[in-house]
């Protein structure tokens, strides 16, 4: 089992530069590998979206949107995944939700924090 707990989101003024934490606990065995590590958002009367992923081999994709702006990573030592969002735009408004991806014998399964609120002012 893996608990996801999300942190630093808040209200920011349009051009800040917060970064989000995603903190990983795990009771899993050594078994599991880690897959894809994700963000997602969700604006109010949106669907959810994808943010940006990567996983620790390098691969990374970003969503059009915040391509160039938002940069994903992870400090494995502390089992933590971060999104450093810069420029910050009003249209950035939404709750912020991690996600990652455990695969173990060939079974994906995946875990999803509870989200965190950025609220971006003009």
């Known amino acids: 089992q893996v608990q996801l707990v999300e942190s630093g989101g808040g209200l920011v003024q349009a051009g800040g530069s917060p970064r989000l934490s995603c903190a990983a606990s795990?009771?899993?065995?050594?078994?599991?590998?880690?897959?894809?590590y994700r963000w997602h958002r969700q604006a109010p009367g949106k669907q959810r979206e994808l943010v940006a992923a990567?996983?620790?081999?390098?691969?990374?994709n970003y969503a059009d949107a915040v391509k160039g702006r938002f940069t994903i990573s992870r400090d494995n030592a502390k089992n933590t995944v971060y999104l450093q969002m810069n420029s910050l735009k009003p249209e950035d408004t939404a709750v912020y939700y991690c996600?990652?991806?455990?695969?173990?014998?060939?079974?994906?399964?995946?875990?999803w924090g509870q989200g965190t609120q950025v609220t971006v002012s003009s």
């Open positions: 996600n990652e991806e455990l695969i173990r014998f060939g079974t994906h399964s995946y875990y």
């Open positions: 795990t009771s899993t065995s050594s078994d599991y590998v880690l897959g894809w």
């Open positions: 990567s996983t620790n081999g390098g691969s990374t």
